[in-house]
């Protein structure tokens, strides 16, 4: 069954990016229209260079497109490829980042990385550390509150970066790669807290990835190709 319109998280039509011009102009992304919808994970499959992370970067309003328009839920944030909402302000409360490196801060511990998400949208100290704590007790790391990432294994400081992802509650979280460092079993565990997340937040999440070993828990595949995204499968129930 089709998800109807309100279940729209994610609305892009037509967007592009071109770099350079004349016998210099790439067409990185060719006009690309697609929707994500609520409690939905997407795979974006597709071999280095087709334009993967070119999307995910415009999606995720740090790229600006060469033309198309983007909504996220009711709001329109770029229209025939210039912003007409806060970008800024639409990227920290609406979309959460999850990269293939943690990135997190290295003199903070695994509670204060979360904590920060939380307290630049000025969330009182009490209340976001207390929403820190029982996320990361969830993903299993409550003995771990106080490491800082260098005392964390690889495994640890991805899920304290989901974590960090995830803890404002955005409409989408985009991941470019977020299992590439793993093993198969702590890959899993990612692909699985991202399903968990897209069915318990209502967000749409849309993954990045060369991984085939978790193309079962997620809902729909798309593939890149030279710039042209495409409906390629759908994935057996997880």
């Keep these: 069954m089709t998800p109807s319109e309100s279940n729209i998280v994610l609305s892009a039509d037509s967007l592009s990016k071109v770099y350079g011009e004349g016998t210099l102009r790439v067409e990185a992304l060719k006009p690309t229209t697609f ?4 409690g939905e994970v997407v795979a974006i499959l597709g071999p280095s260079g087709s334009g993967k992370s070119t999307l995910l970067t415009i999606l995720g309003l740090i790229n600006p497109p060469t033309t198309g328009s983007l909504r996220i839920g009711q709001t329109k944030v770029i229209e025939k490829g210039r912003a007409v909402a806060n970008l800024d302000q639409q990227r920290r409360q609406q979309i959460g980042f999850v990269f293939q490196r ?3 801060i290295p003199f903070l511990s695994a509670e204060e990385n979360v904590r920060l ?3 630049l949208d000025d969330v009182p100290p009490a209340q976001s550390r207390a929403r820190s704590r029982t996320m990361l007790e969830g993903l299993g790391l409550g003995k771990r509150l106080h490491a800082l990432p260098s005392r964390l294994s690889g495994g640890e400081a991805q899920r304290v970066a989901i974590a960090r992802a995830l803890i404002h509650k955005p409409a989408v979280v985009l991941a470019d790669e977020p299992t590439a460092s793993l093993d ?3 890959g899993r565990q990612v692909m699985e807290l991202f ?3 897209a069915r318990s937040q209502g967000a749409a ?3 990045v990835t060369h991984d085939h ?3 079962d828990l997620v809902d729909r595949i798309l593939d890149m190709e030279d710039g042209v995204l495409s409906e390629k499968a759908v994935a057996a129930p997880g």
């Design 35 to 38: 929707t994500a919808h609520t």
């Design 102 to 104: 943690s990135n997190l």
């Design 117 to 119: 998400a939380l307290e």
């Design 184 to 186: 198969s079993h702590r």
């Design 195 to 197: 399903r968990e997340a």
């Design 205 to 207: 999440v849309l993954v």
């Design 213 to 215: 070993r978790t193309l």
